[in-house]
């Protein structure tokens, strides 16, 4: 009987660590969901979001003082530094969760470490070091203009779809605030969050004027501003909204399909453009590690320095022709 007992208590005592274990790991579970999960990081991204306008009045001035460090003494340093607002917007506009300070560290341990590899493990001058250390420091600042391009593109490309679901909620009957609160609940990102924001400062007492251009200022696309000035005017001097929204999206729409065609027409000058830039620097290299002694008088010999140097600069100024000549703005 005492045996029975034994293992009746051993089994209870089992089961009740069985279930404070999972109960734990559930309450971690609920813990992680409400700081670091996606409901958590959408709430955070909208304030986030709420921060980036220029409004400067006492009604949202609380809402909008990004980071740009999170160590106090360095966020001091970059705010006394000039244009660094200007870099902030540039993050923000890319969707980014990055701080200014994030970003700079970035580039300046990036380009430290390259100039490092370079000078000391591969022998090379300091000037070369230097040279490729501010090449690989430019490498964040091209990752985040590469982000920021394909965010407006795409924001571009759903503004049409945007346009016509407003229009058709004023033509059912809601407000102008509801059109742009269905479009931050039923379209994708990242038009949707921009739209939600817009919905979320009018309601936090903004006006419509200030909060639409807020929207311009954080989406910088020339049709987002055809659309927030179209909308002012209408409201200033009234009108039909519904007509003037329909032909903007026409208008929208036809310029996006006339771009797509040129960029078809251009394609071969583009493939043209990437093929002449690219290939002496593949064929530089591939002779480098094919025959180094036949490629070391290029940046050993005082000639060959100055024959790269020229080089470089023609084909600097050969890029730049053809990118103006393949670049067509519509």
């Known amino acids: 009987m005492l045996q029975s007992i034994g293992g009746n208590a051993f089994l209870i005592i089992t089961v009740l660590v069985f279930v404070a274990v999972v109960l734990l790991l559930e309450g971690l579970y609920m813990m992680w969901q409400s700081y670091r999960g ?23 001035q609380l809402l909008k003082q990004r980071m740009l460090s999170e160590i106090p003494g360095f966020e001091r340093l970059l705010l006394s530094l000039p244009r660094v607002q200007r870099l902030d917007k540039f993050i923000l506009q890319a969707g980014l969760d990055w701080t200014v300070s994030k970003l700079l560290l970035s580039c ?29 420091a430019a490498l964040p600042l091209l990752y985040v203009q590469k982000k920021r391009n394909r965010r407006l593109t795409k924001v571009e490309q759903q503004l049409p779809e945007a346009l016509d679901l407003v ?62 000035v179209a909308v002012l005017i209408q409201r200033d001097s009234g009108g039909d909204l ?11 729409r036809e310029r996006l399909k006339l771009l797509s065609k040129i960029r078809v027409l251009s394609s071969e000058g583009r493939l043209s453009a990437w093929i002449l830039g690219v290939m002496p620097f593949a064929l530089g290299a ?16 005082p000639i060959g320095i100055a024959i790269m140097k020229y080089t470089l600069i023609l084909m600097a100024i050969g890029i730049l022709i053809l990118r103006k000549m393949i670049k067509i703005r519509v």
Not at 38 to 60: C, H, V, Y
Not at 204 to 212: E, I
Not at 286 to 301: H, S, T, V, Y
């Open 38 to 60: 996606p409901e958590a990081r959408k709430i955070a991204n909208r304030l986030r979001g709420l921060s980036a306008s220029l409004d400067k009045t006492r009604q949202s």
């Open 108 to 136: 300046a341990a990036l380009g430290f470490i390259t100039c490092t590899i370079i000078t000391l493990l591969l022998y090379q001058s300091i000037l070369m070091g230097l040279m490729i250390g501010v090449a690989a």
């Open 167 to 228: 229009t058709r909620a004023l033509r059912s009957g809601h407000a102008f605030s509801s059109g742009l609160q269905m479009i931050g609940e039923e379209m994708a990102e990242p038009i949707a969050s921009e739209f939600r924001i817009v919905h979320d400062e009018v309601n936090f007492g903004v006006s419509l004027q200030q909060a639409l251009t807020n929207l311009c200022e954080r989406v910088p696309i020339t049709d987002m501003r055809y659309f927030v």
């Open 242 to 252: 519904t007509e003037v929204l329909i032909n903007l999206s026409r208008l929208i």
């Open 286 to 301: 591939a002779m480098f590690l094919l025959n180094p002694d036949f490629m070391g008088p290029l940046w050993k010999d």
